[in-house]
């Protein structure tokens, strides 16, 4: 498809498209547009940076348009977004392509004081663009209405399910309305995110630009192996050079990111960090000054990285690698947009090993092996599996109890292994552990049975017969013996028996 002209939108959208010089529609514009105008519910699997924000709020702008409800605006169109960062993006994008329409949008996010936001709400919207968190906050306080929404947009899935998002996403699906058009748009498409998607629309029309697991083919991918204390000096070293001039670094923390923040400032190298832990100011003037050049590096963790939508992003550099192979696939989706080449360079140590391969896995492609460098660490390639032999055990990088377990395991040698059918070898240690106590408790309590001591008498009737010598127990079996079949005392020492039972033991005098 050549041309907008032909998706059959009118004419106030193609203005404003124009006005953003877009002139040829991206392959998910011209597979989704078509049959959101049509009212049908789409899933689309679609990687960042190829127009798929408008791909799916064009159609809704148009039928919005068209339908003009009477009375006080209500909310008909709900965008849902993981990020503050992507939401906002989304809010931007909703301004442009709606510039010559009637409409009215607003945006939705925690990190900043709500009064705001309800007073925009009491006002009126017809879209509204939402990340889960606050969304779900109004909605307890009963200053969202969403039962006429008509349109629903769940954006960036498979961040949201990593995010852990699933919950609130199920209860804003239980206060929208049954009829409604549904939209979910993901850059993966993992089964998780297939089985959600068949829990809400309804006979969806499927839109894949590309394959599951390809990355993009514009962006070299290299790795380059280093011992974990030296990546720093490797990322300084390569910053240096000045043909790497709008650089994102992934942390996979957020104190790494602050870390790396200050390292690279005091090279000399403008960076600034973004994570979660930053104020939403601080965030949107961490992005301005990288999108205007003044900051040349933009130091983040996965999560606040999705609002990183600018061009001409030379390099991604993963001074971590993600835990997530899917996650790779988003950070690298940060440069090579647009048409535009870009670079890919993935630290790895030791323990990152696993997460490797998992990426090469699922990317269906090896990635450069650099060993040209100063740093190079032979011990963090990872080892080829031997033909017919064990693939060896992954070794993850936790935190907390799980890395202290795993540290455990691995200083016991053999212990916690698995066997060929599958049981751990440390389990079967514990779980036999107590049958043998318990067996030598059998057999000594069997040994002693029969023994006897110095008188020649067995131990268990010299309990018995010490037993009976007490007095009081033996006043007691008497005094059941001559109950009757009851239980009760017997008739002639019934009312004894009470008087004794009402006055209770003699009581001793008080000495004065």
Known sequence: MNSFDALDLIEPIRRAIKAQNYTTPTPIQAKAIPPLLDGHDVLGCAQTGTGKTAAFLLPILQKL???????????????????????LQIGECCGSYSEFLPLRYMTMFGGVSQRPQVDDLRRGVDILVATPG???????QGLVELKHVEHFVL????????????????????????????????????????????????????????????????????????????????????????????????SRTKHGADRLARILNKK???????????????RQRALAGFKSGDVRILVATDIASRGIDVDGVTHVINHDLPNLPESYVHRIGRT??????????????????????DIEKLTGQSLIRDVDHEWHHEAAIPKAREAGGSSGRRTRRRTGRN???????????????????????????????RPRQAQNRNRDASSNEGQTDEKGQNRRPERKQKSQGDPSRSARTSNRAESGPDNRPSTGDSNQHRRRRRRGPKQQPSQS
Do not use: W
Request: glycine share 8%; proline share 4%.
């Open 403 to 433: 890395r202290q377990s795993e540290t455990r395991e691995s200083a016991g040698g053999q212990r916690g292994r698995q066997t060929d059918d599958g049981q751990d070898e440390r389990g079967q240690a514990r779980r036999g552990r």
């Open 155 to 250: 954006d960036e899935a498979d961040r949201m399910l990593d995010m852990g998002f699933i919950r609130d996403i199920r209860r804003v699906l239980t206060k929208l309305p049954k009829q409604k058009q549904n939209l979910l748009f993901s850059a993966t498409m993992p089964d998780s995110i297939v089985q959600l998607a068949s829990s809400f629309l309804s006979n969806p029309v499927r839109v894949e630009v590309h394959p599951q697991s390809s990355a993009v083919d514009l962006i070299t991918q290299k790795v380059m192996f280093v011992d974990r204390p030296n990546k720093k000096h490797l990322l300084v070293a390569l910053l240096q050079d000045p043909n790497l001039y709008s650089v994102v670094v992934f």
């Open 336 to 357: 090579g947009r647009a048409g535009h080449d870009g670079v890919a360079i993935s630290f790895c140590d030791e323990s990152e090993t696993s997460y490797l391969t």
């Open 268 to 282: 000399d190298l403008s960076a600034s960090a973004i994570h979660g832990n930053k104020s939403q100011g601080a």
């Open 65 to 87: 348009s068209l339908e003009k409800p009477k009375g006080k605006r209500k909310i008909r169109a709900l965008v849902l977004s993981p990020t503050r960062e992507l939401a």
């Open 134 to 140: 606050r969304l779900l906050d109004l909605l307890g």
